[in-house]
T-cell receptor, first 114, second 115 residues
């Protein structure tokens, strides 16, 4: 596609439910990143994929968070048993490769846990 | 470990003023890359510029200019003759080139340009 696409754009869920957030990167981009941005805050790194493998999962805040990427393309971020502190905007970005290429961001998924 | 510091949390200027956003970074990598992103109120992060560590030439793009100085580990961003549309949060970011590296962001500087 022309840009990074994320769905849904908004998600309201009840505490304790599981949610799946989807990211469709720019075609041909091998590197994919997930970040989280709480209201008025900076970007918190969650996980990074190079192809289908995740060499850096260091940012996942707990074992309730997991992510996968299939076919070197679409990625899904899953949050199990959501908590109110999970409420944030989840941003996905992709780049042609890692290293010196810029990352392009999607518009994010705004998750609200009530 | 990589680190990016944007000490200015918020800057307020009046239209047509020049403003400089500071960015200081830390890295042990010999080769690395620096970026600036803009996040307007709509929320989407917009890529502005990339700079390689081996290229210290400053860059100008319209009203925007960037000053990269390896000696002080800084990559500052200047907006000349600011406009209301420049109001946004600006993020500086760093990625090393050794092994698998994530893109590390500063905490951002909120720029408010009033008419």
């Amino acid at each position: 596609g022309a840009g990074v696409s994320q769905s849904p754009s908004n998600k309201v869920t009840e505490k304790g439910k599981d949610v799946e957030l989807r990211c469709d990167p720019i075609s041909g981009h091998t590197a994919l990143y997930w970040y989280r941005q709480s209201l008025g805050q900076g970007l918190e790194f969650l996980i990074y994929f190079q192809g289908n493998s995740a060499p850096d999962k260091s940012g996942l805040p707990s074992d309730r968070f997991s992510a996968e990427r299939t076919g070197g393309s679409v990625s899904t971020l899953t949050i199990q048993r959501t908590q109110q502190e999970d409420s944030a905007v989840y941003l996905c970005a992709s780049s042609l490769r890692q290293g010196g290429t810029e990352a392009f961001f999607g518009q994010g998924t705004r998750l609200t846990v009530v | 470990a990589q680190k990016v510091t944007q000490a200015q949390t918020e800057i307020s200027v009046v239209e047509k003023e020049d403003v400089t956003l500071d960015c200081v970074y830390e890295t042990r990598d010999t080769t690395y890359y620096l970026f600036w992103y803009k996040q307007p109120p709509s929320g989407e992060l917009v890529f502005l510029i990339r700079r390689n560590s081996f290229d210290e030439q400053n860059e100008i793009s319209g009203r925007y200019s960037w000053n990269f100085q390896k000696s002080t580990s800084s990559f500052n961003f200047t907006i000349t003759a600011s406009q209301v549309v420049d109001s946004a949060v600006y993020f500086c970011a760093l990625r090393g080139d050794e092994g698998f590296q994530k893109l590390v962001f500063g905490t951002g500087t909120r720029l408010l340009v009033s008419p």
